[in-house]
């Protein structure tokens, strides 16, 4: 079983940056993401990555913007976000235990933490 918990989130103006961490905690997960829900509509992917250096795919609104990296002493994934806007306001969830075909589908998707909330002022 794989437990996980992010924190980091807050509220920033557009433009800003914030960097989400995520611990794990109990079993290993080999691939790890995030995804986040804008405020009244579903799951989006953000990024999926395979540790220890494996592949790493970003979702289009992500890519050149956000960064995943790991600290694997700390067993902590980080995500760091760059030139935020409004469309980035989302409650963002730490992922693990993947099990599917499509690391930007939430279905394969096991493990998920509480969420911890970004919130991007223009």
């Known amino acids: 079983q794989v437990y996980l918990v992010e924190s980091g989130g807050g509220s920033v103006q557009a433009g800003g940056s914030l960097r989400l961490s995520c611990t794990a905690s109990g079993g290993y997960s080999n691939y790890m993401g995030w995804f986040r829900q804008p405020p009244g509509k579903g799951l989006e992917g953000v990024v999926g990555f395979q540790r220890g250096g494996g592949g790493t795919w970003y979702a289009d609104s992500a890519k050149g913007r956000f960064t995943i990296s790991e600290d694997n002493h700390k067993r902590t994934v980080y995500l760091q976000m760059n030139s935020l806007n409004s469309e980035d306001t989302a409650k963002y969830f730490c992922?693990?235990?993947?099990?599917?075909?499509?690391?930007?589908?939430?279905?394969?998707?096991?493990?998920w933490g509480p969420g911890t909330q970004v919130t991007v002022s223009s």
């Open positions: 992922v693990g235990d993947f099990r599917g075909s499509k690391l930007l589908d939430p279905e394969g998707w096991k493990a």
